[in-house]
């Protein structure tokens, strides 16, 4: 379902929402999140909502959606990084809650392996997805294969050139290392989040049913998930809000 709002705010508080409901009442919460500006604000009003349910915060878990690829965790621009500045600082989390690729292991297929054996005996209960420039879901590339576990990934010139945005400086980026569509797709419920006049033509092509073929399709038709996207970003569509 697509579900329209009337700004960044309402989209952010909306998820915040979920967030909150599925720590509450999940038995055994595993959130997949992804990093970057899109959700930021929906972090920072989930993180105030939780400031009172500590207990509940012990609980979570966190499994990782992606990484690039020889970048250092504690590095400007990493995910993990993101992650950690725009959630896990905000909130008591110890480092066994989270369960995140290392892009700088010298085993990557022993990063997807012990990623996939995680999800594996901890299925994911909530994941909130936001949908790149070119229509990527995590680094699921436009053309990759959909698959039911993770792999490394070469990127797209797009994606690359995108990401420079996270850099303190230009930044070599070839890889990436994610979960797969199919991960994503088994995860109790998924929202997809594209917000600002800057998503409006991904949109209007991930809606389109043309020729297109994007991740970010993969996820359209399953009552489990939905896609929120505010005015700016939906712009092109003729979808009326609900």
């Not at 705010?9 to 009442?25: F, G, L, S």
């Not at 809606?207 to 038709?221: D, I, K, T, V, W």
Request: include cysteine.
């Amino acid at each position: 379902m697509i579900k329209i709002f009337s700004n960044e705010d309402e989209v952010a508080n909306e998820i915040a929402k979920e967030m909150q409901w599925h720590i509450q009442n999940d038995e055994n919460p595993v959130f997949c999140l992804a990093s970057g500006s899109t959700p930021k604000k929906s972090y920072k009003r989930f993180s105030k909502e939780m400031e009172n349910k500590q207990s509940r915060i012990k609980l979570l878990k966190v499994v990782s959606l992606d990484e690039w690829v020889g970048i250092d965790r504690t590095s400007e621009g990493s995910c993990y990084q993101m992650l950690h500045q725009d959630l896990f600082s905000l909130i008591p989390l110890d480092d066994e809650q989270i369960e995140f690729f290392d892009g700088n292991a010298t085993d990557l297929k022993e990063e997807c392996r012990k990623v996939d054996s995680f999800i594996q005996s901890n299925p994911i209960t909530f994941s909130l997805m936001g949908v790149g420039m070119n229509g990527h879901i995590g680094l699921n590339e436009p053309g990759g294969a959909v698959l039911d576990h993770s792999s490394v990934v070469d990127l797209s010139k797009n994606t690359k050139e995108v990401a420079q945005k996270y850099f303190l400086q230009p930044t070599v980026l070839e890889k990436g290392i994610t979960i797969g569509l199919n991960q994503v797709i088994r995860s109790k419920r998924v929202i997809v989040v594209m917000t600002g006049e800057r998503k409006a033509d991904i949109a209007r092509k991930v809606f389109s049913n043309s020729e297109y073929r994007l991740p970010a399709q993969e996820l359209l038709g399953h009552d489990h998930i939905d896609f929120f996207l505010d005015k700016d970003a939906a712009k092109y569509l003729e979808v009326l809000s609900s």
